[in-house]
């Protein structure tokens, strides 16, 4: 009864709130990962970036101004690492804040000796607890242009591995997957590209996703879906847990 209560809702929803067809059509040609995908998942990935546009409030500041066409490129690129998830996955927050371009988080930080810093780095995006995520338009806009870079793909995959109530490259995992081999694989490979970080060498993926165990992942996730060949090639055995984890085969 559930789900057909449910899936009557979806009906309605996507109905009432269709993405019109030049729109879409658009979305796919500045959405890489999605253009990528076959008819039946591409038809999936809209009735969810409908549903993402009608639960999640989508907020543009400093003047800012985005257009449906714009709304629906953020929505798809969102909806992208949930496409065999499903939308619940997202539940728990609703705010999208779009900044036109990098910004500095205001918040304070106090160290062990008790003094207080002001946080002066400027982000590209960021995803909090329970909270919105924030973006920088402007990257968005740059997704795909670097190699495995995609900003929205990076803040949602923090969203998914915060569900487990911190950010530490453990997402929740589905049932038949191995969370020793995951802690293992992702551990492992993470110290050696840090070594051959030291050493100097050239590293696979972006060193940011060195910052941190759950970086590493959101890092990984971005080019999984970005530059999936590349991933496979050259951590293939952290591309064969993200495709557990995502249950999307990338190519």
Not at 231 to 251: D, G, I, K, N, T
Request: glycine fraction near 6%; charge should be neutral.
């Amino acid at each position: 009864m559930f789900d057909s209560i449910r899936n009557w809702r979806v009906r309605r929803i996507v109905a009432k709130h269709p993405i019109a067809e030049e729109l879409w059509q658009e979305a796919l040609r500045r959405c890489a990962p999605a253009r990528r995908l076959g008819a039946s998942d591409q038809a999936t990935l809209r009735v969810l970036a409908t549903l993402f546009l009608n639960r999640k409030s989508i907020e543009p500041v400093q003047g800012l101004q985005l257009d449906d066409a714009d709304l629906v490129l953020l929505a798809t690129h969102a909806c992208i690492p949930i496409l065999k998830l499903g939308l619940d996955w997202y539940d728990g927050w609703r705010s999208i804040i779009v900044y036109p371009d990098a910004f500095i988080p205001r918040r304070q930080q106090v160290d062990a000796a008790g003094v207080v810093h002001q946080s002066d780095a400027m982000l590209a995006g960021e995803a909090w607890g329970r909270g919105p995520v924030i973006l920088s338009w402007a990257d968005v806009l740059n997704a795909g242009k670097e190699p495995g870079h995609n900003v929205v793909i990076h803040e949602m995959a923090h969203k998914l591995d915060l569900l487990n109530g911190e950010a530490n490259g453990f997402p929740p995992l589905h049932r038949r997957m191995d969370r020793r081999a995951w802690s293992q694989i992702f551990s492992s490979t993470w110290n050696r590209l840090q070594g051959e970080r030291r050493k100097g060498g050239e590293l696979p993926i972006d060193p940011y996703g060195l910052e941190s165990p759950a970086e590493f992942f959101a890092v990984t996730s971005e080019q999984f879906f970005e530059a999936p060949a590349a991933l496979r090639e050259h951590l293939p055995e952290v591309h064969r847990q993200l495709e557990q984890f995502y249950r999307q085969h990338s190519s």
